[in-house]
C-alpha cells in the first residue's frame, strides 16, 4: 500500500498510529526499513549541489536528516495533529531546542513548578546564563500564571498531569492566557501521550516529549520530539542541524514501531492503574492515593473532560513516614525500583529521595513531596499479581 495515496486527515488515531508517515525504500518492504547510514551519496556533483542547497529533495547527512527519523517524525505530527516535527537525542534535547530556537538574551519565561527536575535545571541554571529568565509558578494557581506575565514573556511551559501527584491544568485556559500575553504555550505530554491527550488540538502551540517513555514503552530507547507548526518546529530543525543532539535512526525505528501498538498499550496502563489505584484506596495501611481517575483526586472533573482516560502513573502516601514507604518499596518482588516510567514492567520510585531530592524541604512540602509517598508507573503485568506484590510490602505496616 502506498500511503501517499491516503490523506491522513481521513484516518482515526489507531490507523494513523499504524499506517502514518510516508518514508520507503522503494524495495516493497511491508515493514518500514531502518537506515543506518550516516550519510548519503548522489549520481553526480550537480545533484549532490542541489540537494545541499535544498532545490532538490534528499538527504544530506544524518545529524540534519535521516529517513527513519524522518519516518518517526510524520507518525508523530499525525498523532498529535502537528504541521511538522522534530525528534531529537533525548526529552531533555527537545526541551533545550525548542528554548535555543525561539528565545532571545532578554525573553521572560513563566513555567509551572511541578515540571520534570532536569526541565527546572535548565531554565534556572542554563538559560539564565543566556540571558532568559524564568519565573516559577504554582502549576494549577491560574492568577499566579497571569501575574507572573511582562511584556518580554515569550513563553509558558507545563507538563499536565503533573508528576508524581498527577495535577492538571485547563490547557485551553492555559493557552489563551499564553496568547494573550504574547507568549507561546509548550506542553510536556510525556505523561498523557497523543493516545490520551492532544495539547496541540487545544491551543498549545508545541508539545514535546520523552520518547524514552510510553512512546518506546518497552524501556529500551532515549529520545526527544517536538511537534507544532511549520514555522516553530522548523527553527528547532535548524537548531538541531547546528548543536548535534539528533535521534538516532535505530532509536526512531523502534520508537515507530513502539508507536503501532500506542493506543493498545495506554489501554492497558489505564485499566491496570485504574484497578490499583482503587484497591490502595481502600487499603487500610494507605493514607492516600494521588490518581485523577478516583473521583476523590481534585483534576478529576477536569482530566475526565480534556484526556480520553487517566494514565498509566499513580502515587500514595502510606501510614508512617519514610521508613514505611521504603520497607513498602524494598519487599516488592515484581515491580521494579528504577526511576524509569512508562514501561511494560511496573516501576517504584520513592519521589522524596531520588526524582525530587534536590528539591529544598520548603520546595519538597510545596509540592507535596512527602517521605511517605511512593510512585508507582503501572506496567503490563496482571493487576492480581502488582496487587499481591504491593501487598506484601503494605501488610507489614499493618
Ligand atoms: C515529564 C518528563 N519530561 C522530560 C523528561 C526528560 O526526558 P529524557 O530523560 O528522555 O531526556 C523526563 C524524564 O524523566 C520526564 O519525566
Not at 530556537?101 to 511541578?114: I, P, W, Y
Not at 532536569?118 to 501575574?147: C, I, M, P, S
Not at 511494560?344 to 524541604?361: E, G, I, K, N, Y
Request: charged content about 20%; aromatic content about 8%; proline content about 3%.
Amino acid at each position: 500500500m502506498n500511503n501517499k495515496e491516503h490523506n491522513p486527515e481521513d484516518w482515526e488515531f489507531e490507523t494513523l498510529a499504524v499506517r502514518a508517515g510516508s518514508i520507503r525504500s522503494g524495495e516493497r518492504e511491508h515493514s518500514e526499513a531502518i537506515y543506518l547510514t550516516s550519510s548519503f551519496v548522489y549520481e553526480s556533483a550537480q545533484q549532490a549541489q542541489a540537494v545541499f542547497a535544498g532545490d532538490e529533495e534528499g538527504n544530506v547527512y544524518s545529524r540534519y536528516t535521516n529517513p527513519s527519523v524522518k519516518m518517526f517524525e510524520e507518525r508523530m505530527a499525525a498523532l498529535e495533529g502537528g504541521e511538522l516535527a522534530c525528534a531529537s537525542s533525548s526529552g531533555m534535547a527537545a526541551i533545550l531546542g525548542m528554548c535555543m530556537a525561539l528565545l532571545k538574551a532578554g525573553d521572560h519565561v513563566v513555567c509551572s513548578r511541578s515540571v520534570f527536575g532536569t526541565t527546572v535545571t535548565v531554565f534556572n541554571k542554563y538559560l539564565a546564563r543566556f540571558g532568559v529568565e524564568t519565573t516559577f509558578v504554582d502549576f494549577t494557581d491560574y492568577d499566579q500564571w497571569q501575574q507572573a506575565c511582562r511584556p518580554e514573556t515569550k513563553l509558558f511551559f507545563l507538563e499536565t498531569p503533573s508528576n508524581p501527584l498527577g495535577e492538571v491544568v485547563d490547557i485551553e485556559k492555559m493557552a489563551s492566557l499564553a496568547h494573550d500575553n504574547g507568549a507561546w504555550l509548550m506542553v510536556d505530554n510525556c505523561f498523557c501521550t497523543p493516545a490520551l491527550q492532544q495539547p496541540l488540538k487545544l491551543g498549545a502551540d508545541i508539545v514535546v516529549h520523552s520518547t524514552t517513555k510510553f512512546i518506546d514503552g518497552q524501556g529500551r530507547c532515549m529520545g526527544g520530539v517536538a511537534v507544532g507548526s511549520k514555522e516553530l518546529i522548523s527553527e528547532m530543525h535548524l537548531w538541531q542541524r547546528a548543536a548535534g543532539a539528533s535521534m538516532s535512526p535505530f532509536n526512531a525505528w523502534n520508537f515507530f514501531k513502539s508507536l503501532e501498538t500506542l493506543s493498545l498499550r495506554m489501554d492497558a496502563h489505564c485499566r491496570n492503574a485504574m484497578e490499583l489505584a482503587q484497591w490502595l484506596e481502600q487499603h487500610s495501611a494507605v493514607e492516600k492515593v494521588y490518581y485523577s481517575g478516583l473521583p476523590s483526586h481534585n483534576g478529576h472533573e477536569l482530566a475526565k473532560k480534556q484526556q480520553k482516560a487517566f494514565g498509566g502513573v499513580l502515587a500514595f502516601t502510606v501510614k508512617g513516614g519514610r521508613q514505611e514507604a521504603w520497607s513498602v518499596i524494598d519487599r516488592l518482588q515484581i515491580i521494579s525500583r528504577t526511576a524509569n516510567l512508562g514501561d511494560t514492567r511496573s516501576t517504584v520510585t520513592h519521589p522524596a529521595t531520588t526524582t525530587h531530592s534536590r528539591l529544598s524541604d520548603e520546595d519538597k512540602q510545596r509540592a507535596g513531596i512527602t517521605e511517605n509517598l511512593v510512585r508507582i508507573s503501572v506496567g503490563l503485568e496482571s493487576v492480581n499479581d502488582l496487587k499481591k506484590d504491593l501487598e506484601s510490602g503494605l501488610s507489614s505496616l499493618t
